[in-house]
């Protein structure tokens, strides 16, 4: 039997696993950390409407439902000539067909440790929660929350996250009855940040920011980041007792030292299938790690790695049977994201030839922690899968 080893316990490892196992495969897979964590609904953590091990999906769960092998390691490189990935313990794992879904790197800046990244490492959400709390008790405060770009990188921005963490705190802080004691402000190096939800969506935010009174200081390069500053490339100054920033997305250090074809951002190469490109016709990528083709406004997100994943799945899946069928993830490329705000939501979608954006009040964010219950129990199959979720 074909062993297929997945490397990352992300959206795009569990769901690798979740389809192999499904059609019978033996299956590792290697994660840094012993849970998944659902960075979707983690932007409720700062604000104390969710508890961080509620976020977290144990990957000990999973493997005890779906039957895989379960390597908690780090990986330190990838041999793809000797069909070998290596660990930080020192042990090797070798394969017949390897998913990398790893994830990536956050780009780093000058001085980004004076900041909080939402979607960084996990426990960074309980020290946004730590200082927002130190800030509701004092009573009064600034708040800086934005997010950055990698020219070298399109796809790899993370805007979401850091609109909905800024509208969450908007709506906390109006339930307790101090957001006049607070000044809030948005912050990003492009001109239009949130373009990528279409011309509707970009109408939407503004009047957002105009009827929360949140201020903008977008349209200059962030130079550094000094403690309680933002430094612009303009050299102007925006001061903040909490920043909140969103890093954009490289490649991740592991790939430096494996021997597979490198994007000029770091990130691996793959072609329509999700192969790996070059000789290794055994290596597929899946997510952020990948370097992801198509049209100017995609971005990744948890959903395109999940879709990259059932493809790769499925052509390995073929190629191991002898079935010359093979299909590729391009024309399902799409942005999906309901937006939450604390007390409701704003749905927003985009395909190639079409962009939809709905306001959904109250009832939106309910469906959206729904949705994070029905992501958890349907991947341990304690209900059933809908089509195309």
């Known amino acids: ?131 927002f709390d130190k800030l509701v008790e004092r009573g009064h405060g600034k708040i800086a929350v934005g997010f950055g770009g990698n020219p070298k990188s399109p796809t790899g921005v993370r805007g979401g996250p850091a609109f909905e963490i800024l509208f969450n705190f908007v709506t906390t802080l109006k339930e307790k009855k101090l957001y006049d004691k607070f000044e809030l402000t948005f912050f990003a190096p492009m001109k239009e940040p949130g373009a990528r939800m279409g011309g509707e969506g970009l109408k939407m935010l503004q009047k957002a920011y105009e009827r929360h009174e949140i201020k903008e200081r977008i349209g200059t390069k962030i130079k550094r980041f000094e403690k309680g500053k933002v430094v612009f490339e303009d050299n ?27 994007s000029v951002d770091g990130n691996v190469l793959v ?43 499925y052509n390995i899946n073929n190629a191991i049977i002898g079935n010359p069928k093979r299909k590729g993830y391009q024309n399902h490329l799409n942005i999906v994201c309901v937006m939450d705000t604390g007390n409701g939501a704003i749905f927003t979608s985009r395909k190639w030839n079409k962009e939809k954006i709905l306001p959904m009040p109250v009832f939106g964010h309910w469906i959206k922690k729904a949705w994070g219950t029905y992501w958890k129990k349907s991947k341990l199959g304690k209900i059933p899968r809908l089509p195309g979720m």
């Open 271 to 313: 072609d329509g299938y999700c192969r790996v490109n070059g000789q290794q016709k055994n290596v597929f990528a899946a997510g952020d790690v990948a370097r992801l083709e198509g049209p100017n406004w995609i971005a990744k997100q948890g959903h395109i790695a999940e879709i990259m994943s059932h493809y790769a799945v």
């Open 1 to 131: 039997m074909n062993h297929i080893v997945v490397l990352g316990g992300g959206f795009a490892g569990v769901e690798s696993v979740f389809r192999l196992r499904k059609l019978g495969h033996k299956v590792t897979l290697v994660s840094d950390r012993d849970y998944c964590y659902i960075y979707p609904i983690s932007i409720w953590i700062p604000v104390g409407k969710i508890d961080f091990e509620n976020v977290k999906l144990p990957l000990q769960e999973l493997q005890k439902v779906h039957g895989f092998d379960l390597v908690i390691d780090k990986v330190t490189s990838i041999k793809s000539k000797e069909n070998r990935v290596y660990l930080e313990s020192g042990k090797s794992i070798d394969y017949d067909y390897l998913i990398i879904a790893f994830g990536g790197a956050k780009l780093p800046l000058p001085g980004v440790e004076h900041t909080f990244s939402i979607c960084g490492a996990p426990e960074t959400s309980l020290d946004i929660k730590r200082q």
């Open 236 to 262: 102007t100054v925006l001061e903040s007792d909490l920043i909140i920033f969103v890093p954009p997305i490289t490649g991740h250090p592991v790939l430096r030292n494996s021997d597979l074809p490198l």
